[in-house]
């Protein structure tokens, strides 16, 4: 069984920064894919970074240039350093893993970290 936690998330000023860490723990497990999602109120659920199965990165078009994603794979972890934040960035922050186990591939959500933009 794989587990995943975020931390990181708070009330932070517009224009400021916030760093989200997520951490992956388990046995025999390998990452295939790790990054952000978040969700607003009243909103989809919608992509912020990613590290996709294929490689590389990806970013949603809200954030590209402003947020940045980070790996320590010899964590399993993933870090989301998000900067001129807007009232906008205020959501719920998810991170997501895909990972292989021996009966398979398995998805894995975290609780999710609260980020609030707000003067």
């Known amino acids: 069984q794989v587990q995943v936690v975020e931390s990181g998330g708070g009330l932070v000023q517009p224009g400021g920064s916030l760093r989200l860490t997520c951490t992956a723990s388990?046995?025999?497990?390998?990452?295939?894919?790790m990054g952000w999602y978040r969700q607003a109120s009243g909103k989809q659920r919608e992509l912020v970074a990613v590290?996709?199965?294929?490689?590389?990165?990806e970013y949603g078009d809200s954030v590209n240039g402003r947020f940045t994603i980070s790996r320590d794979n010899s964590k399993n972890a993933v870090y989301l350093q998000m900067n001129s934040l807007e009232p906008e960035d205020t959501a719920v922050y998810y991170c997501r893993t895909g990972v292989t186990l021996a009966e398979g591939y398995v998805e894995v959500w975290g609780q999710g970290t609260l980020v609030t933009v707000s003067s």
């Open positions: 590290f996709p199965e294929g490689g590389g990165t």
């Open positions: 388990g046995s025999r497990f390998t990452i295939n894919a």
